[in-house]
């Protein structure tokens, strides 16, 4: 099981930044995905979910109406559209997946939300 995390940078306030995890190693329409996030001296949290069909996204309260979850099956990849970006969405954002009680995720990509 393999995620890649792209997209991540330096954006100002008011601005939007997507993300893109490319998966590879497992059946990917099979399983839901997530898009967690590590800020400076918190643990991860979850930032948003998606089912293996597309539907029913889910989103933490702080990005709800922001962010936007995504998946095309056919490329294996899963998206987070971020919009209104803010100081407090800083941090480094991860793709994951669970497999038979195992949680795997992708090395991150780094987002900076700064005037």
């Known amino acids: 099981v393999r995620f890649v995390e792209s997209g991540g940078g330096l954006v100002q306030p008011g601005g939007s930044l997507q993300l893109s995890c490319a998966a590879s190693?497992?059946?990917?329409?099979?399983?839901?995905l997530a898009w967690y996030r590590q800020t400076p001296g918190q643990g991860r949290e979850l930032v948003a979910s998606?089912?293996?069909?597309?539907?029913?996204?889910t989103y933490v309260d702080s990005v709800k109406g922001r962010f936007t979850i995504s998946r095309d099956n056919a490329k294996n990849t899963v998206l987070l559209q971020m919009n209104s970006l803010k100081p407090e969405d800083t941090g480094v954002y991860y793709c994951?997946?669970?497999?038979?009680?195992?949680?795997?995720w992708g090395q991150g990509t780094q987002v900076f939300v700064s005037s």
């Open positions: 998606i089912s293996r069909s597309g539907d029913s996204p």
């Open positions: 190693g497992f059946s990917f329409g099979t399983y839901s």
């Open positions: 994951k997946t669970r497999l038979w009680g195992i949680d795997y």
